[in-house]
């Protein structure tokens, strides 16, 4: 039941969103606005545009707007089990340290081939008088 009514809201939604975005994008298609600070004396005239939109630039103006209010009610929203902020950084942390150690510990496997070959190297270009030296004894 929950699913059905949760995909029937998506459907619903999905239809109406460009609908709505359809029909905003025909209304701004020939308005715009611009607000100026101008400064005008003897000396010296300047004139700034602090915001100019028009067209598609209203809608991602609203969109954006829209998109604030929804991340201010986020924060209201309280689920059950849910832990505190440090909690889950601790978490993160012990995660991403054990999965630095994983990736150190693959590596190495990965590569041990090539670390064994160079010692191998090592040892046939040192020369054999130390070991019978030591040998001697």
């Known amino acids: 039941m929950y699913l059905s009514v949760k995909n029937i809201v ?6 109406l969103g460009p609908l709505v975005g359809g029909v905003l994008a025909d209304y701004f ?3 715009s606005m611009e607000i100026r600070f ?3 004396s003897p000396g010296f005239d300047k004139a700034f545009k602090l915001i100019s939109l028009h067209q598609w630039n209203f809608l991602f103006l609203i969109g954006a707007f829209l998109a604030l209010c929804a991340l201010e009610l986020l924060n209201r929203v309280k689920e059950t089990g849910e832990v505190e902020k440090d909690v889950v950084k601790r978490i993160m ?5 054990t999965n630095m150690k994983d990736a150190i510990i693959i590596g190495s496997l990965i590569t041990w081939n090539n670390q064994l070959r160079a010692i191998l190297k090592l040892r046939k270009k040192r020369p054999t ?3 019978s030296a030591t040998t001697g004894k």
Do not use: L
């Not at 942390?93 to 340290?97: C, E, F, S, Y």
């Open 10 to 15: 998506t459907a619903v939604f999905s239809a």
């Open 29 to 31: 298609s020939d308005k």
């Open 38 to 40: 101008e400064w005008d």
């Open 93 to 97: 942390r012990t995660r991403i340290k």
């Open 129 to 131: 008088t130390s070991s």
